[in-house]
C-alpha cells in the first residue's frame, strides 16, 4: 500500500516563501510522474504543479513562474518551492501521482494523504 506523507506548511506573510516535501513509501517516486495539488475551502481539488519522470514539469497559469515542483529519486521526496506567495495560495496541499498531469481537476493513482496546511496573510 502506497502511502504518501506531505509536510512543510505554515503561516506565512504574503510575499514570503515555504518548501514543502512529501515522502512517498511503497512505491518509488522515479517510476511515476508526480505532482502537487491544493484544495482550498469550498472549492475543487487542483493540479498546480507536475514533473515527469523525464524530470519535465508544468504547472498551473496561477504558480507559474513562483512555484517549482522537484523531485530526489534518491530519498523518495517531492518537493515544492513556493515563492512570493499570495493569499489566494491558501489552501490544504496534498501531493500524488496524476493520472494525467495535464489534467487541471484529474485524480490520482494513490490513496490521498493528510496534506499540509498553507495559510498566506495578507
Known amino acids: 500500500q502506497v502511502q504518501l506523507v506531505e509536510s512543510g506548511g505554515g503561516l506565512v506573510q504574503a510575499g514570503g516563501s515555504l518548501r514543502l516535501s512529501c515522502v512517498a513509501s511503497?512505491?518509488?517516486?522515479?517510476?511515476?510522474?508526480m505532482g502537487w495539488y491544493r484544495q482550498a475551502p469550498g472549492k475543487q481539488r487542483e493540479l498546480v504543479a507536475a514533473?515527469?519522470?523525464?524530470?519535465?514539469?508544468n504547472y498551473a497559469d496561477s504558480v507559474k513562474g513562483r512555484f517549482t515542483i522537484s523531485r530526489d529519486n534518491a530519498k523518495n521526496t517531492v518537493y515544492l518551492q513556493m515563492n512570493s506567495l499570495k493569499p489566494e495560495d491558501t489552501a490544504v496541499y496534498y501531493c500524488?501521482?496524476?493520472?494525467?498531469?495535464?489534467?487541471?481537476?484529474?485524480?490520482?493513482?494513490?490513496?490521498w494523504g493528510q496534506g499540509t496546511q498553507v495559510t498566506v496573510s495578507s
Open positions: 500524488n501521482a496524476p493520472l494525467n498531469r495535464y489534467s487541471k481537476y484529474g485524480g490520482g493513482h494513490y490513496p
Open positions: 511503497g512505491s518509488t517516486v522515479r517510476s511515476h510522474d
Open positions: 514533473i515527469a519522470t523525464t524530470g519535465t514539469t
